[in-house]
């Protein structure tokens, strides 16, 4: 089994910055893929960007260009960045990790993006 433990969520202006971090612990060899996924209020969760552990990232179109996923294997941590948040950013962001027979959530951390 992994256990997640997500932590950087909070309240911040338009346009301004967060990092969401995401730490594993357990059978963590067996994870290849971690990634973050968000849901709104009265939304589905979606996709924001995932890693791999050779470092191939992809990202979903609403957030290219603006947030940046990373990771430290060394650590079994995956990091987000988020800069030039906007309001349709607010959700609660979910880490994720994948491997063979694994498919394991996080709690989830919110992000308000708010004046």
């Known amino acids: 089994q992994v256990q997640l433990v997500e932590s950087g969520g909070g309240l911040v202006q338009p346009g301004g910055s967060l990092r969401l971090s995401c730490a594993a612990s357990?059978?963590?060899?067996?994870?290849?893929?971690m990634g973050w996924y968000r849901q709104a209020p009265g939304k589905q969760r979606e996709l924001v960007a995932t890693?791999?552990?050779?470092?191939?990232?992809m990202y979903a179109a609403s957030v290219t260009g603006r947030f940046t996923i990373s990771r430290d294997n060394a650590k079994n941590t995956v990091y987000l960045q988020m800069n030039s948040l906007k309001p349709e950013d607010t959700a609660v962001y979910y880490c994720?990790?994948?491997?063979?027979?694994?498919?394991?959530w996080g709690k989830g951390t919110l992000v308000t993006v708010s004046s």
């Open positions: 994720n990790v994948r491997g063979p027979l694994l498919n394991t």
């Open positions: 890693i791999t552990r050779g470092g191939n990232s």
């Open positions: 357990g059978t963590i060899y067996s994870i290849n893929a």
